[in-house]
């Protein structure tokens, strides 16, 4: 395969270049973030012309913020809890992944330049823990392999010709491509350019799509006392979510917030996608119980309060529940019990423990919404895996159209999985495009 890293490449800002003759190893990639510029770099490497089209003034917008600005930019984990990460469609991964792996993506950035470091649960950050390292790292190589970046570009209308190829109407005029990858991302952060684009398109080409919704995304309880938790953060609790038939939907365990609409934190965020996926079968609120001491039983846990009464038998229960909840915590938690404050701790009858006991282990509420998919992370949903093969990313109906990262109905949990995604089904749409194209000329 030809490589061309050490070209100098051409770096275009808005210029048009109308009518310019079109060779057929010239490729074309929609959208400029963490995929497309992955693509473009690979597609380059391949001997391709890339041009990347991106509708915003400045590249990376969304990768730029993402890991609160560090960039996550993969996860050390092996592969079998990589997949466990998954969320949606890991198996339609394995290719991508068989070709383009976690500890690939590390060996490519540090090939760049870019020293990485590993953190608490296999995260993989840049060493500046700056994630503008990492755009400025994949801009700069595809500037060397010759891409043509085209910026404030939006592209208007996409058409498939029966000659072959596809025309692409931007506000400055058409251009045709043989092979063509949307990398255009999904709805969340739309103010970095993520406004679902790539579905539209999809539609227009009557590709199947699963309903693009959050995920990743805090959410909102029905319950209004719950309120007066915002802020509170809890450790090492579990929160599992069930039907009000008691299916389970999804259960997690680790550190959860509370805020002023509800919950969040990273337990919440995980199930979160579930929920999602449940609200496109159900309108039927869910039930959230959370486990406020995992570790004990409910013998266990009467024979602590026991022990607590008998060390401050006079204190009241207020007194004796501060020694099991944060402060801020017990007014709610006994109002949730059915039990007063003051009462003295001699007086807790055998029924009233037992009460306490159970709600320690089953503090509930009810689940009604997430919040806007402008607030998710990531956006579940995309266009159906049944359209494309995963193997090289094309569009099995439309051969020359490919479709990567967030735009494709996949997703993961937070960590570097999500990134990956993106890296790794980039890989296989430039390769699948590089053999699409030698097989067309």
């Known amino acids: 395969m030809p490589n061309n890293s050490n070209a100098r490449g051409i770096f275009a800002t808005s210029v048009f270049l109308q009518g310019e003759s079109m060779k057929n190893n010239q490729i074309a990639i929609i959208g400029g973030g963490s995929a497309g510029l992955f693509a473009s770099v690979i597609a380059g490497r391949l001997g391709l012309k890339v041009s990347v089209y ?109 000659s072959g190829g596809y025309t692409l109407k931007f506000p400055q005029g058409k251009r045709h491509y043989s092979a063509l990858i949307i990398a255009t991302g999904g709805k969340s952060y739309p103010l970095t350019g993520s406004t679902g684009d790539g579905y539209q398109f999809a539609k227009k080409l009557e590709l199947d799509l699963e309903p693009p919704r959050p995920a990743l995304v805090p959410l909102v309880v029905e319950e209004k006392w719950l309120y007066h938790l915002q802020g509170l953060s809890l450790k090492n609790v579990r929160l599992t979510l069930s039907s009000k038939q008691g299916k389970k939907i999804g259960t997690d365990f680790g550190e959860m917030l509370f805020t002023h609409f509800g919950i969040s934190g990273p337990i919440t965020l995980s199930l979160s996608g579930a929920c999602s996926d449940y609200w496109l079968k159900e309108e039927a609120p869910i039930l959230a119980e959370l486990d406020l001491k995992p570790t004990l039983s409910l013998e266990q846990l009467v024979a602590r309060l026991e022990r607590e009464i008998e ?81 090289t990313m094309m569009v099995k109906s439309k051969p020359g159209l490919f479709f990567i990262g967030e735009v494709i109905d996949m997703d993961a949990y937070t960590g570097g999985y999500n990134l990956q995604l993106a890296f790794s089904t980039a890989y296989s749409a430039a390769h699948g495009a590089y053999t699409y194209l030698k097989e067309e000329n």
Request: include cysteine; charged fraction near 30%.
């Open 54 to 162: 991106e509708k915003n003034t400045k590249l990376a917008r969304k990768l730029n913020i993402t890991g609160k600005g560090r960039c996550n930019v993969t996860n050390v984990s092996d592969k079998e809890t990589f997949f466990k990460n998954i969320r949606r469609n890991a198996k339609f991964f394995y290719s991508s992944y068989a070709k383009f792996n976690n500890r690939d993506t590390m060996d490519f950035f540090e090939d760049l330049g870019l020293a990485l470091k590993v953190e608490r649960g296999g995260r993989v950050f840049p060493i500046s823990d700056k994630a503008s390292d990492v755009s400025l790292a994949l801009i700069d190589e595809a500037k060397k392999l010759g891409v043509k970046f085209y910026k404030n570009m939006p592209l208007l209308d996409l058409t498939v010709e029966e």
């Open 311 to 391: 060390k401050e038998p006079k204190k009241t229960l207020v007194t004796l529940m501060r020694h099991l909840l944060p402060q801020s915590m017990v007014e709610v938690f006994l109002k949730f019990v059915g039990l007063e404050g003051k009462k003295v701790n001699t007086t807790l009858s055998k029924k009233d423990k037992a009460k306490l006991a159970w709600g320690l282990k089953h503090f509930s509420f009810t689940v009604k919404e997430t919040r806007p998919v402008k607030e998710a992370i990531i956006t579940s949903g995309g266009v159906s895996i049944k359209a494309l093969d995963p193997k």
